[in-house]
Every structure is written in structure tokens, then in C-alpha cells.
């Protein structure tokens, strides 16, 4: 199984850990290429998990490798971006999409609009809240819908830039993000990744909402 995670933040380090050693212990072809042109700061210690500081891709998939010996780890110490997204996302892959930017989810997605056979799991969050998106592609064809559609038009017509855009100086502060948000987001995904693996997803769409408990499920399913 080819494994692309792209976005080592807040969502990337809880699904990580588990998601590896799910992958470990089921399967010994797994293949994880982890993706992020950012780098791991003493700041960022409050929502992720690290050893390091770093490029967060290469010390995630270092640490990772050393606990988890039957999966192979990779790193791109790099964005995603026009110039390359062809190049990160291939024919069968799984992605899991942990980035907080609507311009990167349209590029990814439309590449995956490219392929016959892909997986696409998207997360994101704001405080107490968040949703996973899940678009599958087979034999070239949309069994759910892509991620840029006109029931999202903040993905389909973004109004931000891809963080590769950026210089250093450029850069800002994320909205602020709670911990046990990007967990019940990470979770989410990782169920939504097993339940595509059993052949039981019924869905497109999570929502949840941490302070009232609620999760709904939304399927616009093109073809079952």
C-alpha cells in the first residue's frame, strides 16, 4: 500500500502515531511518504508531538521508522505545489490530507481528479469543531465527490495562497487550535480510512463538534 501524508501539524502528529502503527501490524508492504515544508519549533510543542526540532516530516518519519520496523518511511522535506503534485500523488495511493489551507486541498484534489484509482482523506478544524472530506476515485471514475465542488466553494475557489508562496517574513500565525480538536479530527479520518478498507463507506462527509458531542455523517455517494 502507497501511503502519502501530506501536513506534519496539529491533525498529521495525532493521526500519525496510530495510523503507523496500525499499518505495522497489518501489513508489512506499507509505504509512508510524509510530506511538509515546515519545520518543528519549541512553540509548536503545545499541539504536536516531537523529539526535535526540524523539518517536521524528516523528524516524524525518523522517529516513527525507529519504533515501527515492518513499514517503510519517507520524507519530503518539501510543499505541496504545481510544480511537483504530479510527481507526490500517483496512481493507488492513499492520502491523507492534514494541511489548513483551502488552496493546497484544490491542488491535491484536482490531481486526484487526474487518476483512476486514488483515496483522499481530508481534515481540518477550527477550535472546537472540525470535518473530514473523503474522495474515492475507481477505474477512473468519482464514487464520491472531489473536494473542490460547489458544495465547497471556499475549497473550489480559494481565497488563500499555498504556503510554498510565502517567504518567511510572509508567514502567519495559524487560527488558534485545541489539541483534543485535532484528535477527534485524526480519528476521524483514521476510521473513515478503515471503513474505505472494509468496502463499508456509506459516506463523503464527517462533521463533529467537540463541545456538543454531535457527529453527523453526509452522503452525496455518486456511485455505491
Not at 94 to 116: G, P, Q, W, Y
Request: proline residues 3%; contains cysteine; glycine residues 6%.
Amino acid at each position: 500500500m502507497k501511503v502519502k501524508v501530506i501536513g506534519i501539524g496539529g491533525i498529521g502528529t495525532c493521526l500519525l502515531p496510530v495510523l503507523v502503527r496500525f499499518l505495522d501490524f497489518s501489513s508489512s508492504a506499507a509505504d509512508i511518504l510524509l510530506i511538509d515544508g515546515d519545520r518543528f519549533e519549541e512553540r509548536n510543542r503545545e499541539r504536536q508531538s516531537f523529539d526535535r526540532l526540524g523539518n517536521k516530516a524528516e523528524v516524524t518519519a525518523e522517529r516513527l521508522q525507529q519504533q515501527h520496523s515492518r513499514v517503510r518511511l519517507h520524507a519530503r522535506p518539501e510543499y505541496v505545489t504545481e510544480s511537483d503534485v504530479v510527481r507526490l500523488v500517483r496512481e493507488g495511493d492513499v492520502v491523507f490530507l492534514c494541511v489548513d489551507n483551502h488552496a493546497t486541498r484544490k491542488l491535491v484534489s484536482d490531481r486526484c481528479e487526474d487518476l483512476n484509482n486514488v483515496v483522499l482523506i481530508s481534515g481540518s478544524n477550527e477550535l472546537t469543531d472540525g470535518s473530514v472530506q473523503v474522495y474515492v476515485r475507481r477505474d477512473g471514475q468519482d464514487v464520491t465527490l472531489p473536494l473542490a465542488s460547489d458544495f465547497h466553494p471556499e475549497v473550489q475557489y480559494p481565497g488563500d495562497v499555498n504556503p510554498a508562496e510565502l517567504g518567511c517574513e510572509e508567514q502567519v500565525e495559524s487560527e488558534p487550535q485545541l489539541l483534543f480538536t485535532n484528535n477527534l479530527v485524526a480519528a476521524m479520518m483514521l476510521g473513515s480510512f478503515y471503513t474505505w478498507q472494509q468496502g463499508t463507506l456509506k459516506y463523503d462527509e464527517l462533521y463533529c463538534d467537540l463541545l456538543t458531542g454531535n457527529c453527523r455523517a453526509v452522503s452525496r455517494m455518486v456511485n455505491r
